[in-house]
């Protein structure tokens, strides 16, 4: 039994995503194309990132192969390193987890050129080689995310299950709240749980709040392992997608007018908000759980604690009973506690 499977038959995973926005907040990968490049320019950045989300508590290290793809790598004339870049990747996800103790996942992920069933091939492909690179590399599971397309998603599915390997399998779900076949999140689920994938669910586009209810329905429509791996921003009914969001402060400055996707700080949920979710998913019975874009390892470590787990990072977990002006110990200066609040 793979790795992936027996930990989940112990209780929640938790994985952790956001590669592409906390790279780019870092300068090591540039907005619009999200491609990753960082893997061959800076291999220790990403390898830091990967130690510092096991280290707050992800108990996999996914290798940073989204939007690694032939299409995006064909967008910047970079094509003769796709190869490379994959395998860079997976190479450097594999040693953090061995080193950690931590389960490395291949991943794969929307194409941007699926339209229908008269794209499959030219899908299909870019999902076979991309698995085949993970296969020899040596993965525990891959991962297929945030697909808005069922037929893609079934697409990744049958790649990843013909590979051998176990298949999470994650939709996303854009303003309308459905797939862009019109289907929603329980069925869309249900479609890919009948195709053979091992945990199902949605990740990425909106926050807890929005993302929540969805997550409700696709619990009650599969019976295999359900995935719950929102973005960390407050996004509302009026606004339910982080793509959708407004922001009167930002809307002559930023880039298209929307904060989405660089200036959606103001929108960022505080580690507790993450807490509160992780709780609330589990409670209904998610068990393959994360934070996807804009995911820190602050986020991280919030979601395992909300578990009741103590990772390494748990030793800096804040206590401000010793703060000077806002803490409790018996030993402060009461002079900086009256002046408290007027800070």
């Not at 038959?9 to 956001?18: K, M, N």
């Not at 103790?101 to 194409?111: D, E, L, P, R, W």
């Not at 339910?240 to 930023?254: C, F, K, N, R, Y």
């Amino acid at each position: 039994m793979a790795e992936l499977l027996e930990r989940l038959a112990r209780g929640p995973v938790i994985c952790a995503e956001g590669y592409l926005f906390e790279l780019e907040r870092r300068g090591y990968l540039q907005a619009g194309g999200f491609v990753p490049e960082v893997v061959l320019e800076h291999p220790d950045k990403v390898a830091e990132l990967h130690r510092e989300f096991v280290h707050a508590g992800s108990d996999v290290v996914e290798a940073f192969t989204y939007y690694a793809h032939r299409e995006k790598l064909r967008l910047i004339g970079r094509e003769d390193v796709l190869e490379r870049i994959n395998r860079q990747a997976l190479t450097l996800a594999i040693d953090v987890a061995a080193e950690t103790g931590a389960i490395a996942a291949g991943n794969v992920c929307n194409t941007n050129v699926y339209t229908g069933e008269e794209s499959d091939a030219r899908v299909r492909a870019m999902f076979e080689e991309q698995v085949a690179w993970a296969v020899e590399a040596g993965v525990d599971f891959v991962i297929g995310e945030t697909f808005s397309w069922v037929g893609e998603a079934l697409l990744a599915t049958s790649v990843i299950k013909d590979a051998g390997l176990p298949a999470v399998v994650t939709l996303t779900m854009h303003r309308d709240g459905t797939t862009r076949e019109g289907l929603s999140p329980g069925e869309a689920c249900r479609r890919i749980e009948a195709a053979g994938a091992d945990v199902v669910g949605l990740n990425c586009t909106r926050g807890p709040d929005t993302f929540l209810p969805h997550l409700e329905e696709v619990r009650r429509a599969v019976s295999v392992h359900v995935a719950g791996l929102p973005v960390p921003y407050r996004t509302t009914a009026s606004h339910p997608t982080m793509q959708s969001l407004e922001d009167e402060h930002t809307a002559g400055l930023a880039a298209g007018g929307r904060p989405f996707p660089t200036a959606l700080d103001p929108f960022t949920c505080s580690r507790y908000e993450i807490a509160d979710f992780t709780r609330r998913a589990a409670d209904i019975g998610v068990d393959y759980l994360g934070v996807c874009c804009g995911a820190a390892p602050h986020h991280i470590r919030s979601m395992a604690e909300a578990l009741g787990r103590t990772p390494p990072a748990s030793r800096y977990t804040p206590d401000l009973s010793k703060h000077y002006a806002l803490g409790s110990d018996s030993s402060l200066r009461e002079a900086n506690q009256q002046f408290a609040e007027r800070l």
